[in-house]
C-alpha cells in the first residue's frame, strides 16, 4: 500500500466542487419548480453552501484517495474510474434513493441529484487517475 496522494485529496475534492457548481446552476430552475411552492426554497447563502459542499466532498475524496493508495498496480487506468463511479453507483446513490423513497421527493430530483453525484465521483476519479 502507498501513501495517501493527500494534494490529490485536495485536487479531486476542487473537481467535485466544480461539477456541484456547474451541475446545480444548469439545474437549479428545474429543481426549484419540481420541488413546487415550500419545497426546495432557493436561498442565497453562497458561502456556506460552497464551504459545506466542499467539507463533505473532501471527506469523500480522502476515503477515495486511500482506497486508490491500496492499489497494487496504479497504472492499470480503467480502475479509477471503475472504483470511483462504483461507489458512486453502489453506495452513494442507492442511499440517495433510499432517503428520497423515504421522503416522497420526485423521481427527477432524485435523477438530478444521482448524476450529480456520479458525475462528481468520476470527476475524482479521474484527478487520480491523472495523479498516477
Partial sequence: MGPVDWIGVFL???AALAVAGAWYKLFSRPLAVM?????L??????FTTIFGTFGLVLVSSAML???FARLSDPSKWWLYPMMSGGVALFFVIPALWTNYLHQRNPRAIALIDA???LLAYLSMGLVFMLRS
Fill in 12 to 14: 479531486a475534492a476542487c
Fill in 35 to 39: 420541488a413546487g411552492p415550500g419545497g
Fill in 41 to 46: 426554497e432557493v436561498r442565497r447563502r453562497p
Fill in 65 to 67: 484517495g486511500h482506497m
Fill in 115 to 117: 448524476g450529480f453525484w
